[in-house]
T-cell receptor, first 113, second 111 residues
Framework: EAQVTQNPRYLITVTGKKLTVTCSQN?????MSWYRQDPGLGLRQIYY???????DKGDVPEGYKVSRKEKRNFPLILESPSPNQTSLYFC????????????FGDGTRLSIL | KQEVTQIPAALSVPEGENLVLNCSFT??????LQWFRQDPGKGLTSLLL?????REQTSGRLNASLDKSSGRSTLYIAASQPGDSATYLC??????????FGKGTRLHILP
């Protein structure tokens, strides 16, 4: 079954404690991206990757890092989380930029205290 | 900077009605446009993708149109059903590989 898997689904942590949200896809897709969704602000792109070792900033990259060492994995790293990064995060993949089929993970709800 | 606006923010209609959701964008230089559906607590499901050279796409009871010159897209849902209740998101893909989302229209179909 084609899927994008995010872990963890829920996390409550404290300011400054480094965390990583993993994202894995099983469709051999080249394009992967991370989004955050906030009430009143909608869905905003954080980072995206066109292929292995190719990453670029989206609309709101500040405070985040990503890596793409393998095609299937695209982890989101918060080196020093702050309360304004409390949000619902989604990972997605597609064959290429703007191509179908596009799959989203089920989301990771992060609370930074 | 590209901005995507969706009107209305929320909509309630009786079952069986045909309805139209609107999306507008400020810069017509888009790669393509995509409509998504999001159910509460879930990720997004892609509904229709319209490439910049296309005028419309259809899938079942859904039809999406694109008018790049006026910066508008519409999603037409025919014969609405309670299962159509969800938030519908419009997004534009830019030529620099980024994507910009609208804030969505929350749709409630009344049985």
């Amino acid at each position: 079954e084609a899927q994008v898997t995010q872990n963890p689904r829920y996390l409550i942590t404290v300011t400054g404690k480094k965390l990583t949200v993993t994202c894995s896809q099983n469709m051999n897709h080249e394009y992967m991206s991370w989004y955050r969704q906030d009430p009143g602000l909608g869905l905003r792109q954080i980072y995206y990757s066109m292929n292995v070792e190719v990453t670029d900033k989206g609309d709101v990259p500040e405070g985040y890092k990503v890596s793409r060492k393998e095609k299937r994995n695209f982890p989101l790293i918060l080196e020093s989380p702050s309360p304004n990064q409390t949000s619902l995060y989604f990972c997605a993949s597609s064959p290429g930029q703007g191509e179908q089929p596009q799959h989203f993970g089920d989301g990771t709800r992060l609370s930074i205290l | 900077k590209q901005e995507v606006t969706q009107i209305p923010a929320a909509l309630s209609v009786p079952e069986g009605e045909n309805l139209v959701l609107n999306c507008s964008f400020t810069d017509s230089a888009i790669y393509n446009l995509q409509w998504f559906r999001q159910d509460p607590g879930k990720g997004l499901t892609s509904l229709l993708l319209i490439q910049s050279s296309q005028r419309e796409q259809t899938s079942g009871r859904l039809n999406a149109s694109l008018d790049k010159s006026s910066g508008r897209s519409t999603l037409y849902i025919a014969a609405s059903q309670p299962g159509d209740s969800a938030t519908y998101l419009c997004a534009v893909w830019l030529w620099d590989d980024k994507i910009i989302f609208g804030k969505g229209t929350r749709l409630h179909i009344l049985p």
